[in-house]
């Protein structure tokens, strides 16, 4: 049984698109998190959503846009997709306590020609 | 301002050596969580140990244990016996209570276990 499962794994488009990133968990956990790892890999924190109320926004252009439809599904749509969107974008869950694992979804390897 | 270190850019161990990868934080918030997870060349992040800031006792999970020193402000990973499968990038993370809704995670190191 998958916990948290993201698709596409690789999304490979052109500059300028518009693209979507899906993300699901069956931990029954109620935050939902996106990541996003650079070349360098380096792990930012992207958005964090709580209960499908949004929680975290770090400084993340607004071409990024999360939506979480329930509590166990945290979608990612970017649009104008830009050069440097390149990088593995991962989604996480977790309980919203300071003890608790989050668990991430495989990733998805985003690449902007 | 909560900061996780991580200064071995990259570390070599002989298989079936003990290694240390070292993670030092920096927090005022008394209540944290302090998680350490491996990332495979595969590039799925994997879970791996556990330390609560009001655990007594290092934690502990098959060959891997934490060294934490709260006074110090360190919580390194100590992986026993290495295994050419522990060869991977290796990254220290921290909860707090505050902003429990957010983990911070350090720069990462580069382990390489040498048959």
């Known amino acids: 049984d998958t916990a948290v499962s993201q698709t596409p794994k690789y999304l490979v488009t052109q500059m300028g698109n518009d693209k979507s990133i899906k993300c699901e968990q069956n931990?029954?956990?109620?935050?939902m998190y996106w990541y996003k790892q650079d070349s360098k890999k380096f792990l930012k924190i992207m958005f964090s959503?709580?209960?499908?109320?949004?929680?975290i926004n770090e400084t993340v252009p607004n071409r990024f846009s999360p939506k979480s439809p329930d509590k166990a599904h945290l979608n990612l749509h970017i649009n104008s997709l830009e050069l440097g969107d390149s990088a593995v974008y991962f989604c996480?869950?977790?309980?919203?306590?300071?003890?608790?694992?989050?668990?991430f979804g495989p990733g998805t390897r985003l690449l902007v020609l | 301002a909560q900061k996780i270190t991580q200064t071995q850019p990259g570390m070599f161990v002989q298989e079936k050596e003990a290694v240390t990868l070292d993670c030092t934080y920096d927090?005022?918030?008394?209540?944290?969580?302090l998680f350490w997870y491996k990332q495979p060349s595969s590039g799925e992040m994997i879970f791996l140990i556990y330390?609560?800031?009001?655990?007594?006792q290092n934690a502990t999970e098959g060959r891997y244990s934490l060294n934490f020193q709260k006074a110090r402000k360190s919580a390194n990973l100590v992986i026993s016996a290495s295994q050419l499968g522990d060869s991977a990038m290796y990254f220290c993370?921290?909860?707090?209570?505050?902003?429990?809704?957010?983990?911070?995670f350090g720069p990462g190191t580069s382990l390489s276990v040498i048959p």
């Open positions: 996480a869950s977790s309980h919203r306590t300071v003890q608790e694992t989050q668990y």
């Open positions: 927090t005022s918030d008394p209540s944290y969580g």
């Open positions: 993370a921290m909860r707090v209570q505050t902003s429990y809704d957010k983990v911070i």
């Open positions: 330390q609560g800031s009001y655990d007594q």
């Open positions: 959503y709580n209960n499908k109320e949004l929680i």
């Open positions: 931990l029954g956990h109620d935050t």
